[in-house]
């Protein structure tokens, strides 16, 4: 069979798709992916392709999509479900590759590593203006209680943190094995110093995190994005940080990517990166192989592990 890949993805995933099929590898996006889809029985992906209806609809091949990562907004599931396209992703592959970024950005807010190197570079010694505060101690509210979030719930118990967790799906019992109190999402906002998503970007979490929530955080406490944009009112954070009424954020995901001329780019208390979560060597490496796994056992008629639109496609 004729596998697609439209993204780079890491050469062992690659290897281990050609072990078996034909493989292609074409950056195509729009209406080139839609003219060429026909001729394949599987697309692979990464987050940069969008995998539109339009694109799906003329793909009259096609048994499955993969994404080699967690988030599969960049896939119409609807479109895939109605023309009987497995949907699979590696959940697990970058989980702790986005877990250790999550801590990093942590770090960087609490000791202002930010500023200290812009400060630096411009010839400034402000050691006696960048005191910071240690994360032992702190309490730490997670929004959503997946694989990443409870790999960051186990690193922050290490770091001696109080862990509070918030998620619709997240029961007493799945909360104290994370070493976590399970909390509304408001109680979760008053008391955490780091609040930090976990979370996809749904119909139902666009722009969950508004000015509402915001302001209920303390003026000492971070917010931290590295799930997905657009689970943030980017505007409402622009306000909030602005006026200082929290005391920053760390943003590894935006609503639009690449964000241009972001009002939040002119604040020093926000530290920015380009959606690196998953770009590690290792998470890549995981997360390609896993996904080609599963686009390998369905092209052998087997049901894939992590099938994203199973409910949909058996209702």
Known sequence: MKILITDEVAEEAMNLLKEKHEVVFKELRGEELAREIGKYD????????KVTRDIIERAERLKVIGRA?????????????EKGIYVVNSPTGSTRSVAELTFALMFALARHIHRADA??????????????IELLGKTLGLIGSGNIAREVAKMANCLGMKVLVYSPHCTQEKASEMGAELKSLEDIFRESDFVS????KTEETYH?????????????????NVARGGVVDEEALYKVLKERKIAGAALDVYEKEP?????????ENVVFTPHIGAA???GQIRAGVICAEQIL?????KEPDYWVNKDKMKS
């Open 259 to 267: 964000p241009e001329k972001s009002p939040l780019f002119e604040l």
């Open 208 to 224: 969950m995190v508004d000015e509402r929530l915001l302001s209920l955080m303390k003026p000492t406490a971070y917010l931290i």
């Open 119 to 132: 400060t630096m570079r411009q010839g400034i010694w402000a050691k006696k203006k960048l005191k910071g």
């Open 297 to 301: 056992k369905v092209l052998d008629g």
């Open 69 to 81: 990562g967690i988030g599969v907004d960049n896939i119409d599931i609807d479109a895939a479900s």
């Open 42 to 49: 599987a697309l692979m992906v990464r987050s940069a392709t």
């Open 197 to 200: 998503l976990h979370i996809p």
């Open 280 to 282: 590690t060597k290792e």
